[in-house]
């Protein structure tokens, strides 16, 4: 699979010599022509390399360069300033704002593709050197029931884990996937466009092309909502390839697995570092998920990787005591999630999940606890 390069000049005759240059190298090119543009296409793409004029008509190279430098999904891609500017002082502007390294114009195209190559093989040599980027760890999240907050859960960790590293969403209930709703995500299919393939077919770059960018940062494989694909079967095999690989294109991946121990869920669960049962605070709820817990530990998944959090959806004094919920079960709780109605109607309304929507609530507040306990047991599993 060729190396990508996405290179960003608003001049088209430029972008068209350079990327004719670098084809005749080997590699895929990408190109964008304004500011925003090239950012939310490293966003989504995720390039080997960035080649970034500094003249842009939105917004300078320089800015560009320090917002993809800000931003976790893009901070470790390698960047070449391009540009007609050859003052010093220009090149140690880009070099502040977080540039690899600087060419003037006009290039030799023997020039170009020997930077081009350096900076792509000291990009290599340095991840091998820190041990390469860990597999993502994989966070999967099942209801015990429909309409207990389930995807809720899954959008807001993945926000809350986004703000510290890479992080994917994803949905696996064809014909129910209601992520691509509350995100406000204008496609939704790229996930039942996957798990239809043999799994010998799935490979990151398939897996890169069906990802949707949201302005958050998180990228999403969500779901679509045709009545018509509830009835999908979804092979298991090709389910646990299909996240092998997306393990390698982020930090983390949380995963809304729907409702039940359904014989694919059963499989993603083991393959999963961590998962959580989401519950009502009711007595059937809490007995539903303490069978679950059992069978899942008779199929040989470790307890540690077992969790249980509670969605409130009505006041104290009409649900289960934490403490009697916790001996219903039979196993800790990880995380209670008071009612918020109103706020989580606005956030859905808005397309952005609780903890960005409103940082400072009091059901932001859980949710960043639930999320940091999770990245806590994800990184002791991993150690």
Known sequence: MPEKILIVDDD????????????????????????????????????????????????????????????????????????????????????????????????????????VKAIMARSVSQRRTSGGAPAGGLVTFMGVKGGVGTTTLAVNTAAAFQQKEPTILADVRPGQGSMGLYL???????????????????NARAVENELTAHPSGIRVLPCTIRPREMGLMVNPDTATALFKIVKTLAQHVVVDIGVGLTPLNARLIKESDQTVLVVEPTRPSLTMAREILRELETMGVPRNRLNVSIVSRAPSQVQVPWQEAEQILAHDMLALIGPAPELAFQAAEAGFPIVLFQPAAVASTQLNKLAEELLVRVRSAAG
């Open 184 to 202: 406000n995500l204008p496609r939704a299919n790229g996930m039942a466009n996957l798990l239809t393939r043999p799994a010998q077919e799935i």
């Open 12 to 115: 088209v005759d430029s972008l068209k010599l350079i990327g004719l240059m670098l084809q005749r190298q080997g590699y895929e090119i990408a190109a964008a022509n304004t500011g925003m543009q090239a950012f939310n296409k490293a966003i989504a793409e995720r390039p080997n390399l960035i080649i970034l004029d500094v003249m842009m008509p939105d917004m300078d190279g320089y800015e560009i360069c320090r917002r993809l430098r800000g931003n976790p999904a893009t901070q470790g891609i390698p960047i070449i300033m391009f540009t007609a500017k050859t003052l010093i002082d220009d090149k140690v502007a880009g070099f502040e704002a977080g540039a690899d390294d600087y060419l003037t114009k006009p290039t030799h195209p023997a020039e170009l593709a020997s930077r």
